[in-house]
């Protein structure tokens, strides 16, 4: 039987850790074949892939076959993703803005989109596949796109998007907040929330709040298969638990509890290196 590894790594580079996550990676030992439903999260990852090529399905159907090296832009709607044969790929888990100061392109643009990467950013992923080629260790390999990624980053991005503060505030305490209470508070419009949350992160404020909190519900679900759905809704501010499966099934094209019967998407299953 085959058995896919699932593994996140830490970041080293100092530049870095202010906006990647973390790394993960999908090996397996043998060949097999992957069907997995992913789902909506309030960030971008970046996939290097060096097994057979990955097909993405979106909810509506449209399929698109990647080449070795690609991104998924913010999604608000769950995807398939297929690959059959040995499983070889590392991803790069950015936080909300993070990607930005990288592509150096505003975010909307790749809203709901699956893009190549040397499409946006130039001999990119050509030049990192070009010397991972010629190494075998994780680390090694890890160490190489850390070096590429801080070779290519724009530092005066990453201090214009520090010029925002209020961002990383709406960021960590986003499902309490009423956004035009918040924009009072922080002295800004709505439109210039509306705008930065486009450019920085690729969906309005409050689309970014309906992706979290459904977020933090699937997480609590999970962790306590045994609480009642209802209590769990209003334990994350659902007014109500209709309310709840509508947005779960937005999201995530099933019930709550239909999900619940269903394998974990690929990223729920990973431990940390």
């Avoid at 830490?10 to 043998?30: A, C, G, N, Q």
């Avoid at 002295?187 to 930065?196: T, V």
């Avoid at 309906?210 to 659902?238: E, F, G, H, S, V």
Wanted: charged share 25%; proline share 3%.
């Amino acid at each position: 039987m085959s058995i896919l590894y699932t593994t996140k790594y830490r970041v080293k580079h100092p530049i870095l850790r202010h906006l990647i996550k973390y790394f993960w990676v999908l090996k397996s030992d043998s060949q097999m074949v992957v069907n997995h439903k992913l789902l909506p999260v309030n960030s971008i990852d970046m996939i290097m892939n060096f097994a057979e090529p990955i097909k993405y399905i979106s909810a509506d159907g449209v399929e698109t076959v990647t080449a070795k090296a690609h991104f998924n832009g913010i999604r608000d709607r769950y995807f398939i993703i297929q690959q059959a044969g040995i499983i070889d790929v590392i991803g790069i888990s950015f936080f909300s803005a993070g990607v930005y100061p990288l592509l150096k392109v505003p975010l909307y643009e790749f809203k709901n989109k699956t893009m190549e990467l040397d499409d946006v950013i130039s001999r990119f992923a050509a030049e990192i596949e070009e010397k991972i080629s010629k190494v075998n260790q994780i680390e090694e390999r890890l160490d190489i796109i850390e070096e590429e990624m801080v070779r290519r980053i724009d530092s005066e991005l990453i201090l214009e998007f520090s010029d925002y503060k209020y961002l990383n505030t709406f960021y960590g305490n986003n499902s309490d907040y009423n956004v035009n209470q918040f924009c009072t508070k922080q002295g800004i419009s709505q439109r210039k929330l509306e705008r930065d949350f486009n450019k920085y992160v690729g969906i309005s404020p409050i689309v970014f709040q309906k992706i979290n909190r459904y977020q933090k519900t699937l997480n609590a679900m999970l962790y306590n298969r045994a609480m009642n759905l209802t209590a769990t809704a209003y334990a994350n501010n659902y007014y109500d638990q209709n309310h709840f499966i509508k947005d779960f099934k937005s999201f995530t094209g099933c019930t709550p509890t239909t999900f619940l019967r269903q394998k974990s998407a690929v990223k729920q299953i990973m431990t940390v290196s």
